[in-house]
């Protein structure tokens, strides 16, 4: 296939995998440990400090993030 009959999805994909085959994947083979994955869970199971994905965009906004 070439490069100009891809869509933009496929050029991405193939970049993308192109990449990990180059450089590989910096978290392949990594384990959690215990206590991050309790905290996860815990951050998981606690509803309250929520928001939407919008209201995070406008934190990051007002921070200058974004």
């Known amino acids: ?3 100009a ?4 999805e496929d ?3 193939f970049i993308e995998q192109t ?6 994947d910096p978290d392949a ?6 206590d991050f994955i ?9 509803k309250t400090g929520r928001m939407t994905h919008e209201d995070f ?3 990051l906004k007002e921070d200058h993030l974004v």
């Open 1 to 3: 296939m070439k490069v």
């Open 5 to 8: 009959d891809m869509t933009e």
């Open 11 to 13: 050029l991405r994909s």
């Open 19 to 24: 990449f990990l085959d180059l450089v590989g």
């Open 29 to 34: 083979g990594l384990e959690l440990n215990e």
């Open 38 to 46: 309790a905290r996860l869970t815990e951050s998981i199971e606690d």
């Open 57 to 59: 965009l406008d934190e």
